[in-house]
Each structure stands twice: as structure tokens, then as C-alpha cells.
């Protein structure tokens, strides 16, 4: 299959969103590597999530490879989950609307993370309806911290709007950052545990084990994972994913991906090693 190009025009419509570089053509969304192995995370985690009964919808990414000015890059690709008349609203996007621009202030005012996690399900319910938003909620951060994803900011997590103005839970989308996909920030020279333990969640700048054990203790245990599909994964899936990737890099993402699954795994699963 010959590598899509990327347009101009794709260029203009999508430049403000998120980080890297992205744009859609023909229904599918296009997104370029950026720090590191980004695609790769996404691809490998978006497939563990598809093998696992969810509670609620998740985006699945492709490995891609890309023309962009000429250069073959690498990237993800997914199809496009708006429907015609709907839009993803962001949770930065609807606390600025509805609480005000000094929400930060409001979440930096109450006295607990726990507050903080119970104020941002509570309030997105209270404007959207949307009345399991708080299970929503801590199946991203049971997610985020089994892949180790630090990215969860406030326009990492959203909602759907139709053209009548009603909510819906939103595909679960960007879990880019995960697996210490950031080689810049999370840099080859350094070991996977030393990376993994300096890492904190996002949104609120916790501890991922607090966040995870707090919003659990709110809203229930929502990911039901099995041990033995990251293990198939970890054999077979990782090492045709990294092969997208420089031959010197291969053989580190490879045991970064494995020690945060294995760091991981045990605060999802009690079965025997
Ligand atoms: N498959 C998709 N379907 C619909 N919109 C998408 C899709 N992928 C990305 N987007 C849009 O692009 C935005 C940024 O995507 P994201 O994956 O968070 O990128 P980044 O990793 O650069 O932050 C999303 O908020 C959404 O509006
Ligand atoms: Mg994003």
C-alpha cells in the first residue's frame, strides 16, 4: 500500500489540534510522530483496550507510514469517530464555558486530589447529564497508569456533542504518551524503572498508584485486563511495531514497553505470574 500524502489544506484544518502533527482525508485521522514512539504507543495499547471488554468506546490506531514534504515518516492513523452534526468538546473547553476562564483557580482551591477528582466527574455529569462520566473517568486513569500515559490533561479527555446541543461519551482517543513513548523527556540512556518511577499522572500532577486507588474508591474498578493477552502482545505485536523504527532503537522500546507492563500489570491482575 502506497504511503498517503499529506495536503496542504489537511494542513490548515487541523494544525491547532493537540501536539503532533495530524490531519483527517477520507474519514481517516492521520498523526505523525513527534517526540518518539508515539504511534507505536498507540497502537499497541489501542489493541490490548480492543481485546478487553470496555465499559465505554475506544479510538483503535493503525501503524502508518506517511509522505509528508517529500520524507517517508512514521505515524498512527484512525478512522474518524464524528459522526456528521457532532463535535468532541474538550474538558478544558467545557469548564472555560460553563464554570469560567478561573477554573484552574476553582480546582486549586479544593482541599484534596480526591475533591479535585470528585469536583471534575461531578461537575462534567452536572453540564452534560452524562451520569456515569465519573466511570468514564477512572477507566482513563485505570488506563493511563496500566500504560503509564502522563498525557490525561484536560483536552486529553472529552465529550461528544450533537448538532442539537445533547452529550455522549467520547471514544477514548491519545494514548500517544504512553509506554515511555517520549524519548526526549524519557531518554534511552536512562532505565525504564528510574523513568517510570519519576513519571507523574495527569490531570492533577498525582502519583499514578493514588490516582488510580482514589478514583477506584469513588466510581468502582472499571478494567478487567488479562495477563495473557499483554503477554501475547509483548511476544508478538511489539517487535513488528518497533520494527517501524530505527534498527538501533528496536531492541529499547522493546524492554521500556515490557518493564511498564510488567511494573504495571500486578495492580490490575492477581493471577499468578
Ligand atoms: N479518530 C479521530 N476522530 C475524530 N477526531 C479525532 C480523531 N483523532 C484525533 N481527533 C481530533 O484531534 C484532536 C487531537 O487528537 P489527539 O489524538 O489528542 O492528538 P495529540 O496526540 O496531538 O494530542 C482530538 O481532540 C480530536 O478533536
Ligand atoms: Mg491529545
Known sequence: MSAPAKT???IAVTSSKGN??????NGIWYKLDL??????AEVFCSYLLSKWEIPFPTVSYHMQTMTVDGRIRTGCSSADFLAPGHSVITAAQLLRRYVGSDYRAVIASLPSDKQRIYWLAETVTHITGLTDFGSYLTLLFEI???????????N??????????????CPIFDLGASVLSNTQVCRYDIAPRALLSSLRAAPFSMNFTRMLHTAQSLYGAHLHICRADVDAALQTLLPELAAYYPARDRGDICDR?????KTRLPLFCTENV
Open 8 to 10: 496542504a489544506k489537511a
Open 20 to 25: 503532533q502533527e495530524k490531519w483527517c482525508e
Open 35 to 40: 517526540f518518539g514512539y508515539e504511534a507505536l
Open 144 to 154: 493511563d497508569t496500566l500504560f503509564a500515559n502522563d498525557d490525561r490533561h484536560l
Open 156 to 169: 486529553n479527555i472529552a465529550v461528544l456533542q450533537t448538532a442539537d446541543g445533547r452529550f455522549d461519551y
Open 257 to 261: 514497553v515490557s518493564c511498564v507492563m
